[in-house]
């Protein structure tokens, strides 16, 4: 496995919105794994949820159901501050 994508999940009148917030990667030892974010989770009652999937395919279909995210989930347009310095012309 080369990554996993970090999302995050809010809950809204009975629906999951999922965000892409960013990847982990597998330690080079092969003992637990990197997490590089570019956005931090929203608090749910003082505790931040990251969930690690395995990242869609290309065609954004994921087969079999099985509660993972979905594209059409994405809330690709909120807002979020950036922690690397070369997108915050984005974020504002």
């Known amino acids: 496995m ?9 809950e809204s009148n009975g629906k999951s919105y999922w965000t892409k917030i960013g990847a982990a990667f597998p330690n080079k030892t092969g003992a637990g794994y990197i997490v590089r974010l570019d956005a ?14 395995e990242p869609l395919p290309k065609d954004g279909q994921r087969g079999g159901g099985g ?13 979020f501050m ?10 504002r």
């Open 82 to 91: 950036s922690c690397d310095p070369a997108l915050e012309h984005r974020v």
């Open 2 to 10: 080369s990554r996993l994508d970090a999302l995050t999940v809010r």
């Open 67 to 79: 509660g993972h995210h979905s594209d059409a989930g994405f809330d690709d347009d909120a807002p």
């Open 40 to 53: 931090m989770p929203a608090s749910n009652e003082g505790r931040f949820t990251i969930h690690l999937r």
